[in-house]
């Protein structure tokens, strides 16, 4: 191999990217503009802000004789941070707006709700002579933050009602070591999101890799370089490379745009590093894939649609669409899983760079990386060789 | 250096049910400029091909300066230039620049490269529009730059599949011109054309080719007195039959 033509390779597959607008937008600001978008959408503006559910309360036990008790109820819901609480008079008009989207949740306190609590403070340990009732909640199945936060937070208030404020203080032989509920809901959708979509920006090199190997081949260029004594082993270093620096560049301006929204990893300036090399080597990965998908595509037009063959099983059982079931499963198999993964594991749970799953992932993705890569070249290989 | 500079020993291509060509056989020395006659489909870009080590014989065997083709592929694409039938270039990069990646290509010294390619493009008539990208070129611009990109390294055997197609006159006559210079050198051309008038100014011989098979090899003026013609392209309609422009 000679490094001086894999270097004019190198030079002239650059000049495509900042001479071509397509080539440029493609590459370069198709990914931020992604990151960007996903980023404003779920909430990455301004380090994140926190998540406000708003939560409809009718109250069918205004006007009883304990009715202190559902105003306790209520106000103690509007204290609790991240909640706005919106007033209704009967339980059509609350549903009809958490139907269009007004509310996360609707509580509906029913009628002898104060009776109830005062029946069980009369006899706290004899459930028999309790006035049972039942505090109805409807949620915003829209919502799946919504779903899964707001059913604690209604109970969380529910036992501050009854056994007051300093019930959170009890002291307990046994404790949970979980954090909160309200230093949960700081986390937007975004940042849930972030590790995956870092991983997204990447794949679509896949397409990428393999519309310029075949447009080159449509328009005669590798029968061309065929003739001269250009081996394929240095076309295929020098398209790594050429990619592999579009690669890094990339990287650098989705992680540089997010974090010009306010995205603010839980992790180390070594952790941004490792997430940053992890990408990079996923990045190999999607060359290798993009050569492959070049092979078996005649034209740059079935390339294109070849390309989603592994664009899309990576999009959705590996960034940041978990599905659950199935799909969980079918991510063991993706390389972008397991990036997403070790990102999830720096940024989100704040892991150290020393924890060992994280080095696993990389080592796992690295070794796809190579594989592809290799299967790539060899299938490239071959197809040039003489006819 | 071997004797002849290309040597095609009943060479015959197929693809599957089709016979491209047919038992060819041809010596061609060195410094000779020789042209390849036929309609399109005749076989010549196949032979080409076969030549340049893109394709591999389906029977027999050819060498360019001695090298084999099929089994000394390396060396064989070391000392050739190619220029092909549809010009392939990088439309993002300037003329010059395509002319210089395939010097680079070919290991010719970087500050002789840029040299070099300055003094083809003025020779070819290209010194003033070789900084635009070259996919805003003319047809018979970007063919001029194409052919330079096939010689910028001073290849020992240059096969030219239809380099002055689409030229116009001044464009093809300097084409003509740096043929003829490259002659001068030893420089083994082999050409295929459509133009009569081409082979009979450029061609030391030419052999017509049609169907596959070599129907004829000599000098235009041997073949003209053979065949009592009065220029080649009677010589062509005589020996096949066919107006060559016609199936063009």
New interface residues.
Partial sequence: MKSRRIAALVKKDLKLFYREPAALFLLILFPLVISLIFGIAFGGINTGGETEFRIGIVNMDANSNNAGWSESFIGNLTELNGTLINHYDSNTTGQDDLLNGGLHALVIIPEGFGDSIESYWVSPLDGSTWDNTTVELYLDSGSMIASSAVPPMVQQVLFTTIYGAQAGSMELPIEIGSPSLIYVSDLTQWDFMAPGIFAFAAIFMIMTVSQSLTVERENGLLNRMGTTPVTSSEFIAAKTLAYMIVGVLQVSLVFAGSFAIGYQPNTTASGLLFAFLIVVVFTLTCVGMGLITAVISKTADIATGVGFIFIMPQMFFGTFMPLGGLSEVLGTFMPSNYVTHALTTLFLRGAPVGTMSVWIDLVVVAVIGIAMLAIGALLFGRQSAKK | MSESAIVIENVTKRFGSVTAVDGVSLEIKWGEIFGLLGPNGAGKTTLINIL?????PTNGGAQVGGYDV?YD??NV??I?G?C?Q?P???G??TGR?NIE??G????VPKTELKERTADLLRKIGMDDHADR?SKEYSGGMIRRISTL?ALIHNPKVA?LDEPTVAMDPVSRRAVWDFILELKKNGIAIVLTTHYMEEAKFLCDRVGIIDEGRLIALGTPQELMDENNAENLEEVFIKLTGKKLREVV
């Fill in positions: 340049a080590t893109l394709l591999t099929e592929g390396k694409r070391e050739i190619v092909p549809e392939a270039f990088y993002h990069l620049e990646i395939y680079t290509f070919h290991d990208k990109m096969l």
